[in-house]
Structures are given as structure tokens and as C-alpha cells.
């Protein structure tokens, strides 16, 4: 456990600067652009590369990549050097040749992407330039995540948590500097020039390149030679298309479910300004941070370790990887969970009510967000169970569950499309997705116990209801904070939204804090130590 904790507050403290300066482009971007159709163009125009890239590689990287690495370190006589080389080459090239073909079918992939947006409208030719500018990025983004990878496997994960600061402070920049060009124009659609949006999407793709920098400066310090490799016959492509093959069809699925989501979302957007794609994005974000912070820092250190111990075959290892894993996580998104059903508003509102975008926007971004709020922990355990599954090279069961939660998800989000008004579509979107990955994280529990013979329910259930119980008091204070912040000030605006978030969140927090240390939560005090700890050490 304590290897976890170190690595994770490592991973943790970076990734909190990046999410603090992510909150800050968000803003940035929101103040720019808003929440209509500017907006939605260049969400829309964003989305193709990570699309792209989850369905080629993000997916792979996670399930296959980290344990061949892994294989090869612990197999080849060179340590694998070659053989990470090799992985290399291939990605830069297949990447490469992906940027060229999808800057040619911008077009066609924004329609995809999209609905009801007309060839000849303004939205739709703003985002097609703005896809051209930002779909380059994907060489680059694919490079830098091979390299993430190799560090991971070598146990240096500061570097892929603290390289995405220098793309937001990047894009911040940009954004900063599209907003002086532009100043009200900026989320006009019909006003914004060719130029404007050059700036805008190549600005975009600039963080991309610096992220990317970053992370292969690192690999060099750590011993990488950046030699090109072209003898592929000995990458094992074979073998990990037969790993991947699986992961591919995992990646197909999701992003049918996202294209779905993106269709509903633009439709909904269409028929209420402002309620569309943008909502759900930024939302989806904040929602996104907590995992992000915690989640992905512990999960990211487990995985290495559990695919040694399943190649080793010892499922007590593994169970104890997990054991441990889950708890950490949970002490971070049990209360976090809690707060953002009670204070979306109160968070989105300092965060997005300026510029271009509304203090009634922002408000239904926070109103998404409360609806994401049910879906944190569900979201959460469903993807530490996927990694047992990773370590063990097993790729079909994760796309086999992952399939299921899909169509499930898909099935409630076209349900629920029909039935609400348009300027709720999104907030049942966000519903669909929390009942969805509920459903999931209990089927994928069931099969991922049975594949490690126990996962140590009892002791993981007792550590989440502490966990929720001591969680209860905040989000009480929360509650009430928000209550009377109302009354004080009526309407939601900045001052009560504030007031709302120093004491409800503040606060709230802190009296979780509290009473987790008294009830003897340990995962609690742990990595609010550690994460401390290493980010003094690290300013």
C-alpha cells in the first residue's frame, strides 16, 4: 500500500496543478467562446482527435502496451530498449499518416459528429476549419502517450502528470490572446475570420506539441535513445493485435456511444441555445477532475504492479493491489460525489459566468454537473475493475461489459431524448451515463471476483459506508450553505455561488476531514499526507 501511496501522491500532485491551470483554460475558454453555437463548433471540432485516438490507441495503450512493455523489460535481453523503440516508430508513423487523412475528411467527420448542423451554415464551416487546425495534434498526442507509457513501466510518473500544465498554459495563453483579438466577437460564429480561428485551433494543437516535448525530454533522461526502428517484424504487432483486437472493439463502442451523445446533445442545442454541446462538455469535465486528481494517479501505479503479479500468478497480489486501490480512491470520491449533486451551480458560476458565456449558463452547466455527481463513484470502480482484467492480458471481458454498458447507456439516452423538453436533454444524458456505469461496475465486479478468486468485498463495503457516513455531515453543510446563500441573495449569481462554495465546500470538506480522521479512516490521512507533502516539496 505504501508503494501506491507514494507513487500515487507523486502522480496526484502533478495532476492537481494540471487540473487547477485546466480549470483556468476552461475559464478561459468559456470567457472566449460560451456556450452556443461558437461554442459548440469548436467542442465539436475538439472531440475528433480524442475520438480518433481512443479508437487507435488510448485504449491499447492501457490493456495491451503497458503489460508487453512490462513483458519485454522483463524477457529481452536488452530490458526491452529495443523493443520500446520499435513501439515508437510504428506509432509515430501510424499517427502521422491518421492527422493527414482526417485533416482531409474534416468535413465528413464534423457531420458525423454532429446533427442537424447544414453544409453551408456558419457552425458547420467554423468547426470544419477548426478541425482542420486542431486534427494535427494527433501525431503528436500519440507520441507522448507511448512515451507516458514507457515511463510508467520504469516507474517515473511524474513527468506524464506534470506535462499536460505546460499544454493548458499553452492554450491558456492562446485563448487569452484569441479573446483580446476577438473581444465580444469571439463567440459569434458569424463574425469570427478565418485568421481568428488559425489562431484558435493551431494554439490548440501548440499545447499538444509542448505536452509532447515534454514527456520524450523525460524519456531521454531516463535512458531512452529516441532511435528510429523500422525492423517491425520483430514488434510483436502480431501478438498485440491479437491483445488488441479486443480493445479496438471496446474503443468502437464507446465512441459510438460519444458520437451518439454529441449527436443528442448538438440536436438538443439546436433547439435550445445554449444547452448543447458545450454544457455537456464542460461539465463533463469538472466531473471528470476528481478521478482525474486521485483516481487516475492510483490506477495509473497499479496496473505495472498487477500485471507483474499476474504474470507471476500471484492472485494474492493482485487482490491486494486491488484491495487497496479502491479504498484510496474512494476516500477522494465518496465526499466529492456528495458536493458536486449539492454545489454545481456553485461551482460553475465563478468558474464560467463571464464573457461570452452567462451567469444562466453557467447555471445549467452546474445543474449537468449535480446529475454527474451520481455517476463518480459508479464511473470510478468500474474502471479499477477493468485494470484486473488488463493485468491479466484479458481484453475481451473488459469489451464484453464495456459493450453492455454502452448499449444500456445508449438505449436510456435516446429514451430519455424523446421524453424531456430540449433544455433538459443533457441533464439526462448525464442520468443515462450514471445508471449505466452503476449497472456495469456490479457486472464487472462479478466476473473480475470470480477471476481472482475474492476481491475482498466485505472489507472494501465497510470501508465505503465509514467512508459515506462521515461524508454525510458536509454534505448537510453544504446543503444548508446553499439554502441560505439563496435567501441572503435570491437569484443564483456570483456572490451566493461563491458563498456556497468557501463554506459548503470549504468547509464541508474539512468536517469530512475531520470525522474521517476520528472514525479512523486511514486511506484519508494517507494521501492527503502524501499529496501535501509532495507538492511542498515540489513548488
Excluded at 377 to 388: D, E
Excluded at 394 to 421: E, H, K, N, Q, S
Aim: aromatic share 10%; proline share 4%; charged share 10%.
Amino acid at each position: 500500500m505504501s508503494r501506491s501511496l507514494r507513487a500515487g501522491a507523486i502522480m496526484a500532485a502533478g495532476t492537481m496543478v494540471s487540473r487547477v491551470t485546466g480549470f483556468v483554460r476552461t475559464m478561459m475558454l468559456a470567457y472566449a467562446i460560451g456556450t452556443a453555437a461558437m461554442g459548440d463548433a469548436y467542442n465539436a471540432a475538439y472531440a475528433i482527435p480524442y475520438g480518433i485516438l481512443d479508437l487507435l490507441l488510448l485504449g491499447v495503450l492501457s490493456s495491451v502496451m503497458v503489460p508487453m512493455i512490462v513483458k519485454a523489460q522483463q524477457r529481452d535481453p536488452d530490458g526491452g530498449r529495443a523493443y520500446e523503440q520499435r513501439l515508437m516508430t510504428v506509432v509515430m508513423l501510424m499517427l502521422v499518416v491518421v492527422a493527414v487523412v482526417a485533416v482531409l475528411a474534416a468535413p465528413l467527420l464534423i457531420d458525423l459528429y454532429t446533427t442537424d448542423w447544414a453544409p453551408d451554415s456558419d457552425e458547420f464551416r467554423v468547426a470544419v476549419l477548426l478541425a482542420r487546425f486542431i486534427l494535427p495534434q494527433l501525431a503528436f498526442f500519440g507520441v507522448g502517450a507511448v512515451a507516458g507509457a514507457i515511463l510508467n513501466t520504469r516507474d517515473r510518473f511524474a513527468a506524464p502528470m506534470w506535462a499536460p500544465v505546460v499544454n493548458n498554459l499553452v492554450v491558456i495563453a492562446v485563448l487569452l490572446t484569441f479573446a483580446l483579438v476577438t473581444g465580444h466577437a469571439g463567440g459569434d460564429v458569424a463574425q469570427v475570420t478565418d485568421a481568428q480561428l488559425a489562431l484558435l485551433g493551431l494554439g490548440t494543437t501548440a499545447g499538444i506539441v509542448a505536452q509532447a516535448v515534454v514527456l520524450v525530454v523525460s524519456l531521454r533522461r531516463a535512458g531512452f535513445s529516441c532511435r528510429p526502428r523500422f525492423d517491425v517484424r520483430n514488434a510483436r504487432l502480431g501478438e498485440m493485435a491479437r491483445m488488441g483486437v479486443w480493445t479496438v472493439g471496446y474503443a468502437v463502442i464507446t465512441q459510438l456511444g460519444f458520437m451518439l451523445t454529441t449527436n443528442l446533445s448538438s440536436s438538443a442545442g439546436d433547439q435550445a441555445p445554449g444547452h448543447g454541446i458545450t454544457p455537456y462538455t464542460f461539465a463533463f469535465q469538472l466531473f471528470q477532475l476528481p478521478y482525474g486528481v486521485v483516481g487516475v494517479s492510483v490506477i495509473t501505479a497499479m496496473l505495472p504492479r498487477m500485471s507483474r503479479a499476474a504474470g507471476e500468478g500471484r492472485l494474492d497480489l493482485v487482490r491486494d493491489e486491488f484491495q487497496s486501490g479502491v479504498p484510496l480512491i474512494s476516500a477522494v470520491m465518496v465526499p466529492m460525489s456528495s458536493l458536486l449533486m449539492i454545489l454545481g451551480p456553485a461551482i460553475t458560476v465563478p468558474i464560467y459566468a463571464h464573457g461570452a458565456t452567462t451567469v444562466d449558463d453557467a447555471v445549467y452547466i452546474g445543474n449537468v454537473l449535480q446529475v454527474y455527481g451520481l455517476a463518480l463513484m459508479p464511473f470510478t470502480i468500474f474502471q479499477v475493475l477493468l485494470r484486473v482484467f488488463y493485468s491479466f492480458g484479458d481484453t475481451r471481458t473488459p469489451v464484453l461489459v464495456g459493450g453492455g454498458t454502452t448499449a444500456l447507456y445508449a438505449v436510456l439516452m435516446i429514451t430519455l431524448y424523446f421524453v424531456l423538453p430540449a433544455r433538459y436533454v443533457v441533464m439526462g444524458l448525464a442520468f443515462a451515463y450514471a445508471i449505466a456505469y452503476a449497472v456495469g461496475a456490479v457486472v464487472a465486479w462479478t466476473l473480475a471476483r470470480h477471476r481472482v478468486r475474492g476481491l475482498g468485498g466485505w472489507s472494501i463495503g465497510s470501508a465505503l459506508t465509514r467512508m459515506y457516513w462521515s461524508s454525510l455531515p458536509g454534505a448537510v453543510l453544504a446543503l444548508a450553505s446553499v439554502w441560505i446563500a439563496q435567501r441572503l441573495f435570491g437569484a443564483p449569481g456570483f456572490s451566493n455561488a461563491l458563498i456556497s462554495l468557501v463554506v459548503g465546500g470549504g468547509l464541508g470538506m474539512l468536517l469530512y476531514l475531520g470525522i474521517a480522521h476520528r472514525v479512523r479512516i486511514c486511506e484519508v490521512g494517507s494521501i492527503v499526507g502524501l499529496v501535501a507533502g509532495r507538492a511542498r516539496r515540489s513548488v
